[in-house]
């Protein structure tokens, strides 16, 4: 056989490889609408965290429906809920009534995705949640399970355990400041972003900090969308605040942490800032965001257990940043209704709820078990504490965003104390000990 014979037959041979590696779908995929704020961070988080989902299970063969390998397609949907409620509803309607998905995943802002919710249980459609925090939202699950049972949470866990892990922070950074400024009391600031799911988390934090043996000096709620906090922070700097909980989920969070660096404000922020988990956020601020404390849910570097650092570093590989907690449509899809569809071998709602609620799996970060109210009845919301999901605390050390936070945590009397592999020491501004 001569050269050009060779060469004829390894093309041959390779296309038919190929052919053989292409999975053979079944007629109709399965299809998953995408919702949430697609100009922002958070939707392109939700949309990102999706495809990455997408591409993995297809990949190997897509997902088991009975005896059926289905694909996943995936219908994007700009939810546009941060500037109109209307659009929201728009876009869930249009997403049931016309792209015809089969479940939904993703949303935002509490005050959208409530509404979103009536129209997905209208229509008994399987809504994962991946952004609104608000308790209101699996509280109508154990209140009327029959119509929002089709709900459930997928990130983040409530504002109650929001706040509390955040408390925890402020312990956290208190303590070390109090021992090395030697101070008699540390001094707090409130301020936090008008959006209806930070109230419960403001009334919590006025009731326990001083129960934390801190003092509260004041509340301030500027615009989630501000972009000149000046006059907030000189407030907060007259007060003789030595920590600011911020409560920030929206783009409020760059310009407060840009001013106060610029400013030099003699207290550490400690709390949430969503722009604060991005990447670009040293940059957004021009450096002036160093030291600033998030909570967090993904940190490169940072290990819950042996699924993270595939999940976080196949991320930033494909999209060139570290993911935000809204890319947890990536844990919907892949850890969450792909395994259910395949156990009970239907894309049937009701059968998928049944499943669904009463499993307990692993996920990049931590573990995911359903909770159930004191009368028994489930929610649909997720259990927060050592074990099964904690968030981190991280902070920004001279252009790189750390974990520091769980280090030695021990959440309760009795419970496990709990390092997660990665984090470094807290660092207190300079300037405060000046």
């Known amino acids: 056989m001569n050269v050009r014979c060779v060469v004829r037959v390894c093309v041959l041979v390779a296309a038919a490889i190929a052919v053989l ?69 728009n876009a869930m309607e249009r997403l049931i009534t016309s792209d015809k998905v089969d479940f939904i995943v993703g949303g935002f802002r509490t005050e959208a995705v409530l509404a979103m919710q009536d129209i997905a249980m209208d229509n008994k459609k399987i809504f994962m949640g991946a952004g609104a925090a608000h308790p209101e939202l699996c509280l109508r699950v154990a209140k009327d399970y029959k119509r929002y049972k089709y ?11 929001l706040v509390r892990t955040s408390f925890a922070h402020m312990g956290f950074v208190g303590a070390i400041l109090k021992k090395e400024l030697n101070l008699p009391q540390v001094k707090v600031a ?3 972003e008008k959006a209806v799911w930070v109230d419960p988390m403001i009334e919590a934090a006025k009731g326990v900090i001083p129960k934390m043996g801190m003092e509260v000096v004041g509340t301030w709620r500027p615009s989630a969308v501000a972009t000149d906090v000046t006059a907030e922070l000189s407030a907060i700097q007259q007060s003789g605040a030595n920590l600011i909980f911020t409560v920030f989920s929206s783009s409020v969070g760059i310009p407060f942490a840009r001013q106060a660096g610029e400013l030099k404000v003699p207290a550490v922020q400690v709390g949430i800032n969503v722009e604060a988990q991005k990447d670009g956020f040293w940059e957004a601020t021009k450096g002036m965001g160093n030291y600033v404390f998030t909570t967090n849910t993904y940190i490169r570097g940072v290990e819950y257990n042996n699924l993270t650092k595939d999940f976080v570093e196949g991320y930033y590989k494909r999209f060139g940043e570290t993911p935000t907690y809204t890319a947890d449509t990536h844990t919907a899809i892949k850890e969450g209704l792909a395994p259910s569809i395949e156990a009970v071998g239907s894309l049937d709602a009701d059968k998928i709820v ?60 009795g419970a496990p104390e709990v390092t997660y592999k990665g984090v470094v020491p807290y660092k207190i501004p300079p300037w405060m000990k000046k």
């Open 151 to 161: 709900f459930f949470r997928v990130t983040p866990f409530n504002s109650n355990y």
């Open 190 to 192: 409130i301020v936090a």
């Open 354 to 413: 049944a499943h669904l609620e009463n499993r307990e799996y692993l996920v990049p970060s931590g573990k995911v078990k359903y909770e159930k109210d004191a009368q028994g009845r489930p929610t649909h919301d997720l259990t927060w504490g050592p074990g099964y999901l904690t968030s981190l605390g991280g902070q920004w050390q001279d252009g790189k965003f750390v974990g520091v936070w769980p280090n030695k945590w021990v959440a309760a009397p």
């Open 21 to 89: 590696s292409v999975p053979v779908w079944a007629a109709a995929p399965i299809k998953i609408g995408i919702i949430g704020p697609m100009n922002f961070v958070q939707g392109k988080g939700h949309w990102n965290g999706a495809v990455m989902a997408a591409e993995e299970i297809n990949a190997k063969g897509g997902v088991l429906v009975g005896k059926e390998r289905r694909k996943i397609e995936l219908v994007k949907s700009d939810s546009n809920e941060f500037l109109n409620l209307t659009d929201a509803t």
